[in-house]
């Protein structure tokens, strides 16, 4: 009893000095396209987390919102933000739908059931550890995760159908890098030897841009069948969110040695 009292002590110790407010990391910042991509990412989920930050930085106005993967020995926080047009002015909540038709707009009311709401937090001095975070946009490249290349978007999918529970998957970021569009999922491992997740960066690089936000999925007659669409529609079919970046900071090129041969876009079926 006595041993158990003083290891809480000690983890209690331990515990307070990693998260001291002296010593708070910032996260890593993911600068989304546009807000349409941001609400996609945040609000389309099982049980959408929908608190977004908002706050000035060098006379644009920020809104942003913390998202969490699991990665290495702990939890991967991004702060994932777009830089809003001057004329556009937040209100209480940002409203999302995707069934149907994609629409997402800001509003005071959040009270018609056929829309997501998540609610904005005007913020008149942004914590350091946000500034922090958008001034830097580079991470240690031991840092980074395992950077692995699919044959093809299917793999992605199929990844993303194991990766599911409760309704909700993880995004399909994609990004261009050096002429390529990359669409790539970061795949934890779990319980990898010490640590909680083994970060797997699953990508493809195509010359094809994304034409929707979502790419849908199904099997048919022994074969997979993929095809972008604008929103969610049939729940016969598995639908996979793609969320555009400006910037993706986790991401490193593949070698010379590996080169670009055999990559492939997303094939579409009717």
Not at 45 to 62: A, M, N, T
Not at 223 to 232: A, K, L, M, P, Q
């Amino acid at each position: 009893m006595e041993n158990n009292r003083l290891n809480s002590e000690v983890g209690n110790m331990v515990l307070t000095m990693k998260v001291s407010p002296k010593r708070i990391r910032p996260p890593i910042a993911v600068e989304v396209v546009d807000l349409q991509n941001l609400a996609r990412l945040v609000l389309n989920r099982g049980e959408p987390d929908g608190l977004f930050w908002y706050f000035p930085v060098d006379g644009e106005k920020i809104l942003g919102s913390l998202f969490l993967i699991p990665y290495w020995r702990g939890s991967l926080p991004l702060f994932c933000y777009t830089r809003l047009p001057p004329e556009v002015e937040p209100k209480a909540f940002l409203a999302y739908r995707s069934i149907g038709q994609e629409e997402c707009f800001f509003t005071n009311s959040g009270d018609d059931p056929r829309y997501v709401y998540g609610a904005i937090m005007e913020i008149e001095s942004p914590p350091d550890f946000l500034l922090k975070s958008l001034k830097n946009k580079t991470v240690n490249r031991e840092f980074k995760p395992i950077m692995t290349k699919a044959k093809d978007v299917t793999v992605l999918i199929r990844t993303l159908l194991i990766l599911s529970e409760d309704s909700s998957s993880p995004p399909i970021w994609s990004f261009r890098q050096d002429g390529y569009s990359i669409f790539g999922i970061i795949a934890p491992v779990f319980d990898y030897y010490d640590a909680n997740a083994l970060p797997v960066f699953l990508y493809v690089e195509t010359k094809e841009e994304p034409r929707a936000g979502f790419l849908r999925y199904f099997t048919e007659q022994g074969r997979e069948v993929t095809s972008f669409v604008d929103s969610i529609g049939e729940m016969k079919y598995f639908y996979a969110r793609i969320v555009r970046l400006s910037h993706m900071p986790l991401w490193t090129a593949p070698s010379a040695a590996e080169g670009r041969r055999g990559s492939k876009g997303v094939k579409q079926h009717s």
